[in-house]
Nanobody
Framework: QVQLVESGGGLVQAGGSLRLSCAASGSIRTINTMGWYRQAPGKQRELVAAITSGGSTNYADAVKGRFTISRDNAKSTVYLQMNSLKPEDTAVYYC??????????????WGQGTQVTVSS
């Protein structure tokens, strides 16, 4: 069993900041790419940012320069620092991870989601 547990969402005013965390636990041998996705009401889930095990990052154009993804491999945790938040960033944010378990199988897991609401 693998779990991804997110924290750090909440309500913030436009221009403010939030930091999301996602900790992976369970039968994990290797964590490859970790990422954050978001889904606003009535919209499809979209990639926000991703980071490889080597530290290479990828961002959606809408968040470049405002959001920073990072990870602590020793803690199996990925972070998303969100600055200069805008009302259009309001969404449920989901953690996602590609990993290998102790049996050698590759899996993709999702967290339960955390709500981020940005008021204008």
């Amino acid at each position: 069993q693998v779990q991804l547990v997110e924290s750090g969402g909440g309500l913030v005013q436009a221009g403010g900041s939030l930091r999301l965390s996602c900790a992976a636990s369970g039968s994990i041998r290797t964590i490859n790419t970790m990422g954050w996705y978001r889904q606003a009401p009535g919209k499809q889930r979209e990639l926000v940012a991703a980071i490889t095990s080597g530290g290479s990052t990828n961002y959606a154009d809408a968040v470049k320069g405002r959001f920073t993804i990072s990870r602590d491999n020793a803690k199996s945790t990925v972070y998303l620092q969100m600055n200069s938040l805008k009302p259009e960033d309001t969404a449920v944010y989901y953690c996602n991870s590609n990993l290998v378990n102790y049996s050698g199988y590759y899996y993709n897991y999702w967290g339960q989601g955390t709500q981020v609401t940005v008021s204008s």
